[in-house]
């Protein structure tokens, strides 16, 4: 099985309205206001997908530049079902079959999804999970069953974590914004451990297959996600990486990158992984050395590794690496990597 996890970057889709909802024969649904209507029915050139370029190279990403195809894909920022279904079939040539992505409270509508070769046993959503009366996930931790063969069957918990975006209007008002943000995916962190340990009660914590896997935003070190990342018994694929290789987000304005993303197993999935089964391919991030465009491009020459947030050690690295061809200053496939692992089940 290859498993592959990638925030793919505000998946969306463009709409092309109808003047009656689908299937009105009677059109008396009907409306003249150019600026509303209804969505169409899901079919061929009734939507556009917003950013083609971006797509293509996510795609490239994620086929690790047209040379492997996973079984699986965990997607994060994803708006619908329509766009990654709209998605597999322009640009993955409709090479899965089993599609799901459930609404979540994300004002956005980036929402988690999973793309698969294998049927999906069963679907679990924790959209409406609560803690002193408030929402949890914002995004949904979106509980996947896979049906690898006959009788193996792996489980994925398919996460995106609060950010650390902070858009107060002076300082003191962005610390209580930042404060807030960790407090609750401290809380989002804590309440999947607990999850996992719900639904693989003693030996079968040992013994079956299960991962966590996701956009975290926040490193392994972070206090927040100790208990998942740390304390909860899982495995962390990266770690398996040297330091210098365990990054998958790179922050332009901060030139700096940081393993934001996580792929966590189950002890038995672990023992599953195959020798050097952990690729993270990053010819989609950044921009391209040379750029013939009025804004430069250039890509840095090195960028600060952080293994926690204002690291004061970190490591520096090699950032002119090869690109895919038609990444540019302004075209990039995301602002993450995705993440491969191979496993033997």
């Known amino acids: 099985m290859l498993l592959c996890n990638f925030n793919v970057n505000n998946l969306f889709v463009r709409y092309k309205f109808g003047k009656t909802f689908p299937g009105d024969q009677g059109g008396k649904s009907r409306v003249t206001n150019p600026n509303v209507g209804y969505l169409p029915l899901y079919q061929k050139g009734a939507f556009e997908i917003f950013n083609a370029e971006q797509r293509k190279l996510a795609a490239l990403a994620i086929t690790q530049g047209n040379t492997v195809l996973p079984d699986v894909v965990c997607i994060q920022e994803v708006e619908s079902l329509i766009a990654l279904r709209e998605f597999n079939e322009r640009f993955l040539a409709a090479a899965y079959p089993y599609a799901v992505v459930l609404d979540s409270r994300d004002l956005r509508q980036i929402d988690?999804?999973?793309?698969?070769?294998?049927?999906l046993d069963s679907v679990a959503t924790h959209v409406d999970d609560t803690a002193a009366g408030k929402y949890i996930f914002s995004r949904d931790c979106l509980e996947v069953r896979l049906r690898v063969k006959k009788t193996a069957f792996v489980?994925?918990?398919?996460n995106h974590f609060k950010s650390k975006l902070a858009l107060g209007a002076n300082e003191e008002a962005r610390n209580r914004e930042r404060a807030a943000a960790n407090e609750k995916r401290q809380l989002q962190a804590d309440t999947v451990a607990k999850l996992l340990k719900t639904r693989f009660p003693g030996a079968a914590f040992q013994s079956d297959y299960f991962a966590v896997l996701g956009d975290l935003n926040d490193t392994p070190l972070a206090p927040q996600l100790?208990?998942?990342?740390?304390?909860?018994?899982?495995?962390?694929?990266?770690?398996m990486l040297e330091p210098e290789e365990r990054w998958t987000h790179y922050w332009k304005a901060k030139n700096s990158v940081s393993q934001l993303d996580h792929v966590l197993l189950s002890p038995a999935l672990a023992g599953k992984l195959k020798q050097n089964g952990i690729t993270v391919e990053r010819r989609g991030i950044g921009f391209r050395a040379e750029s013939k465009k009025v804004d430069g491009g250039y890509l840095p020459r090195q960028v600060r590794v952080e293994a926690i947030e204002d690291d004061p050690d970190p490591l520096s690295i090699d950032f002119q690496f090869e690109r895919f061809k038609d990444v540019s200053s302004r075209n990039v496939a995301s602002d993450h990597c995705a993440i491969f692992l191979k496993f033997a089940i």
């Open 226 to 239: 100790s208990r998942l990342c740390l304390k909860s018994g899982l495995v962390d694929a990266l770690a």
């Open 155 to 158: 489980t994925l918990f398919i």
């Open 112 to 119: 988690v999804g999973i793309l698969s070769k294998y049927p």
